[in-house]
């Protein structure tokens, strides 16, 4: 994490230095975390919303599955991506350090929230976050927002200490930790509900081989962001506010459009990833400006 916020800043000066290039190019590249097992999986499932947006906003929209949530805000602080479907700490980080700006967050099951939690496998004796003492524990990447920023701060306000409370610490994708720990190869790891609902409906995890043995207070979910170059459009950010606000209505003709559980967006500025903000000053990863 000492080295991401750097590397921010200085994508930061990139994108300054290259805001009326932006600006004059017709095409809009949306970059998407990688929320699904691979990436052809990723594109494909996020095509449907490029493609919406491009008709609705009349410009040309490239989809861009970015690998690591670390990436993906850097992607935005850098001016690689001009919109984002990314998750709130790497929003944050975005905001902090390149001016980027939310425009509406997604809705899971009629709800702009969801839940970071942590999970073990039924035979690791581990019942409560006491047990984790001396166990193998499984981070997300440094961009994560469930998987790294709240399970650290959480950990931080117990007195808890990872590399040292831990036998081995390990960082990887949300998808390797629900797959390792419900094999037996990591005692415990920290994950978010949406992730873990959909890959037991996918039946690539088993609900029995992943129990939750902790969950957060409800967190502002995935915000759709823009550059800050983008941001200076008043115009375009309306009408592209205005087209994601149209897709829960449209969601029972055309359900491709977002994946499964996922009901439409709302409008939301600044003010609604508070919480996200206040723990990445609180763990010290969100220099103080």
Known sequence: MKRLFPMLVAAA????????????????????????????????TYRPLAQYLAGQLGRTVELRTVDTWEGLAKSLANGETDLALMGPWGYVLANHVAGAQVVS????????????????????GIGTLADLEGKTFAFGDKGSTSGYLIPLHHFMTQGIDPEKYFSKVVHTSHQAIETQVTAGQ???????????????????????????????????????????AVHQDKALVAKLQAALGDIGPLLKAQPNLLPAHYTGFVAKDNTFYKPIRDA????????QQ
């Open 280 to 287: 990445g000053l609180a763990t010290g990863k969100l220099p």
């Open 13 to 44: 000066a990139v994108l300054f230095g290259n805001v009326a290039a932006q600006a004059a190019d017709g095409a809009l590249r949306l970059g998407v975390g990688l929320f699904q097992p691979d990436r052809e999986k990723n594109d494909a």
């Open 186 to 228: 990591l005692d415990a790891g920290a994950d978010y509900n949406r992730n873990r609902n959909a890959m037991i409906e996918q039946g690539l995890i088993k609900a029995e081989r992943s129990r939750v043995i902790w969950q957060s207070a409800p967190l502002p979910n995935d915000a759709f962001a823009v550059s800050k």
């Open 105 to 124: 967050t997604i809705e899971y099951d009629g709800r702009p929230e969801y839940f970071a939690i942590m999970i073990t496998h039924p035979d690791s």
